[in-house]
């Protein structure tokens, strides 16, 4: 029960997006067809489980018995950036039409700062190994969710009678600012 409440926290009230405001460029960025949101979150999701698994063992089984843990931020980024590659050279080989879809912002999961907040939190937070495999799928499926509600909203905005100096940008940002209070309204039942 402990950890289907570390998972709903994670996921939903404490959200990595709505509530600590991280990966906002993903947010904005990849939100404007559902479909993409999709494919980005399918991305994030597989490179924060594996990295939060892969980062939690380098601490745990090489840099804190070395007496190295000042080089976990290095590590973690490097870990990182190669499961990006993996993820990249994968997609352009299996699906190119998600690759080119994605354009830039694929790459860019290596400095999406939820991908290494997940890591370094698994540490600072003292998560043992299963906590930490529970927070690196519960932050990247509740980033899934935002992103996907985010993106078919606006696609609805698209075609909405939206006055002129809110088309864009203004009217996603007041969007999200609206799916934060509504985020933070979970807090009071869970």
Avoid: W
Wanted: proline share 4%.
């Amino acid at each position: 029960m402990e950890l289907f409440g570390l998972f709903i926290s994670l996921a939903l009230v404490n959200n990595v997006v709505l509530n600590r405001f991280l990966a906002v460029c993903p947010l904005l960025g990849v939100s404007k067809n559902s479909k993409n949101a999709l494919n980005m979150g399918y991305a994030v999701t597989f490179v924060i489980f594996i990295a939060s698994i892969i980062t939690y063992l380098l601490y745990h089984q090489v840099l804190k018995p070395l007496k190295i843990t000042y080089m976990d931020l290095i590590t973690f980024i490097l870990v990182i950036a190669s499961l990006v590659q993996f993820v990249e050279m994968f997609l352009k080989k299996t699906s190119p039409e998600i690759y080119k879809a994605m354009g830039v912002y694929l790459p860019l999961i290596t400095t999406n700062c939820a991908v290494l907040g997940v890591a370094l939190d698994n540490i600072s937070s003292k998560y043992n190994f299963v906590e930490a495999m529970v927070a690196g799928l519960a932050v990247p499926i509740g980033f899934t969710l935002v992103i996907y509600i985010f993106a078919t909203i606006r696609e609805r905005l698209e075609i909405a009678d939206v006055p002129a100096a809110f088309k864009g940008a203004p009217i996603a940002l007041i969007t999200a600012g609206i799916m934060a209070f509504a985020m933070a309204g979970i807090a009071g039942i869970v």
